[in-house]
């Protein structure tokens, strides 16, 4: 049975049919990095623990998409845990980084990717408004389908024309949305808020709608609790704990 699961934050396993997917590995203990630049609160992250180890993760996956590269979607530990062969694919902008790191296998998505028998298609996304947006960018999503389904991963965006028009594009049937509301001192916030992902329920016939990005790093002020009151009437929106996996 096909299925997502959770690991913390944005990092998801899919198992697609027997295909491994690691996606955003953000992989270091509790407290290893510093508060997120221009947020005043002073946590450090991530704010919890991985609820396994995340070795086994890295060596079973077979394919390994990154949507962007900021630390808490490609940290350090990630870099150390996987292995340099692994398939590893991503936006065009961020190929010389992964090789940089030494990565071998590296495949940058312009439009499509088929691999393992599932076309990858890569979608856009806005990180926020203003010029907030212009510095944190570019990033990604993904839809991954297998011809039959489809699971569209809209990685860090806010509701916008891109996601309205990937979803309208390729329908899928399940969405992963990175919500949390992250946001810095000053400016919008830079992922999606709870109106964010009711605006995404409206546009969108999947079956699942899947909330991640919450409760582990600082900058993140939208709680699961928080989400859950606000998005609550929607028995398709869910919330998974760290750990917590969803059947396709």
């Known amino acids: 049975m096909s299925s997502i699961q959770l690991i913390r934050h944005a990092t998801l396993l899919l198992d697609f049919g027997g295909v491994s997917i690691l996606v955003d590995p953000f992989l270091a203990p509790k407290d290893t990095y510093d508060p997120i630049i221009w947020t005043s609160n002073g ?3 991530p704010m ?6 995340a ?27 996987i292995a340099k062969e692994k398939l590893l694919l991503g936006q065009p902008e961020d190929e010389a980084k992964f090789r940089e790191q030494g990565f071998t ?4 998505i312009v439009d499509k990717y088929t691999t393992h028998g599932l076309i990858f298609q890569r979608t856009g996304g806005q990180h926020g408004t203003g010029e907030i947006a212009l510095k944190m960018a570019p990033v990604s999503g993904f839809v991954i389908s297998d011809g039959k389904r489809s699971v569209y991963i809209a990685g860090d965006t806010i509701w916008c024309s891109d996601v309205a028009e990937a979803i309208d594009k390729y329908h899928p049937d399940v969405v992963v949305l990175n919500t949390g509301g992250a946001q810095f001192d000053m400016g919008d ?13 409206a546009a969108s016939k ?4 899947i909330c991640v990005h919450m409760d582990t790093v600082n900058h993140c002020y ?3 609790p928080l989400l859950r009151a606000a998005v609550g009437g929607d ?8 750990g917590e996996t969803v059947a396709l």
Do not use: G
């Open 43 to 45: 946590i450090r992250n």
């Open 48 to 53: 919890t623990e991985l609820p396994f180890p």
């Open 55 to 81: 070795k086994d993760s890295c060596d079973n996956a077979d394919i390994i998409p990154v949507t962007h590269t900021h630390n808490d979607h490609w940290d350090e530990a990630a870099r150390q845990l």
């Open 105 to 108: 296998n590296v495949h940058p």
């Open 189 to 201: 916030p830079i992922t999606m808020t709870a109106a964010d992902v009711l605006q995404v329920a």
């Open 206 to 209: 999947a079956s699942k709608i």
């Open 222 to 224: 939208v709680t699961r």
């Open 235 to 242: 028995a398709r929106i869910l919330l998974p704990e760290d």
